[in-house]
């Protein structure tokens, strides 16, 4: 897969830019997508500094970087979603997978990132997939890693859920969840059931407040399988 | 606490009895709780025989459960939880603590347990807590400890996450849930965030069908105090 780059788009955000950092640790070679080209290449630039030797970290303006790469990961506030992605429609290449990680958190309409809003479809994942041209497969994962946590040097200790109905998506996202240092990737069926998913973030935020920490999520009591 | 008798209303299903076990095991004096007394009083019976010496598990129908104890967990299938409230109203102490570890499973309406209903006031819990009789407070956790396990001998592999808006009822809950080997208990904050923990349950389902498991969650990345 390290030949295949992976453009994140909103990619200049907290958790755009840990992911970013990890992957490009991994090898893979990135393409930081945002609304403004200079405003990417200068993210891009900082995440190749941090990531050492070899990174392969490039800046693009959101619709070139979807022309570039057709592995493409969304990381954006859940009130942007939407509009992007139907601005970006005549960009996304067919056959592209896209992984979505948006969260519907309250705060898109100044409410509380311990609640989450509700969204028609079910999910920000579902929204997606509803807004995505025709023949590209969404999956979701990555909600629930902590931004500090993904843009520091240790390993996480996290399990990545990922959610898609489409096997190849699901397996492609599940590669890259595994390429994350302590991460486990693990199968979560359906895309439907990343309504779970995102709640979940909304939860974690609300114990990080609390308890003041970084919270992920670990799944015990499954068989080996079902981390690989 | 352990003079204090722990009533489990709708405890003869698999959530109740294992925590029965479990507390009977730790020293907890316990009234199993059923619509049959006949059956309630097996039940206990059964209990007492598997969790060994000095077990002090009794069985009531579950008014009779309700004046004898005013710690109360509430282990009934979704669709039973409404009425059976509605019907113990008369019989809940003042001042006692009720521990909801309901879910709204689809099953409820011949759906699939990997999905849930929603419920008009946000989650069983506040639905519970709407219905208890004045003075008595509500507090969720225990959704998301697979029967199975608790019904079993090892300690469990998982975290034990308890809302409640009353700082007494969860604090209550917590010391409960730690008292199972291998919990930590963890303070998620209002007796809203129940939702997320029973949307949980249906996503664990979900991955113990898929992955033929015993699916629990860990909470990572908080400070030790978290636990405690």
């Not at 405003?39 to 070139?64: L, P, T, W, Y």
């Not at 902590?146 to 240790?154: E, I, Q, R, V, W």
Request: charged residues 20%.
């Amino acid at each position: 897969m390290s030949s295949r780059p992976i453009a994140i788009l909103g990619g200049t955000g907290p958790a755009g830019t840990g992911l970013a950092l990890r992957w490009a640790r991994a090898g893979e070679s990135i393409i930081i997508g945002s609304r403004d080209t200079q405003r990417a290449q200068e993210g891009a630039q900082k995440i190749n500094e941090k990531a050492g030797n070899h990174a392969r970290v490039s800046g693009m303006e959101n619709s070139a970087a979807c022309a570039a790469a057709d592995l493409l990961v969304l990381t954006v506030p859940f009130e942007g979603q939407a509009a992007l992605l139907k601005q970006l429609k005549p960009a996304i290449q067919p056959g592209s997978i896209l992984i979505d990680a948006t969260v519907a958190l309250a705060t898109g309409v100044g409410g509380r990132a311990s609640r989450t809003l509700g969204v028609w479809q079910g999910s920000a994942a579902q929204q997606a997939a509803e807004l995505v041209p025709k023949g590209v497969s969404v999956a979701a994962a990555f909600h629930n890693l902590s931004a500090d946590l993904l843009n520091g040097d240790p390993a996480l200790d996290c399990d990545v859920i990922v959610c898609g109905d489409d096997a190849d998506a699901n397996q492609v996202a599940r590669a890259l969840a595994a390429k994350i240092p302590g991460v486990r990737a693990i199968d979560g069926g359906k895309l439907e059931n990343a309504r779970i998913l995102e709640q979940i973030t909304a939860l974690l935020i609300g114990l990080n407040i609390r308890h003041k920490g970084h919270g992920g999520i670990r799944i015990t009591g499954l068989p080996p399988e079902a981390y690989k």
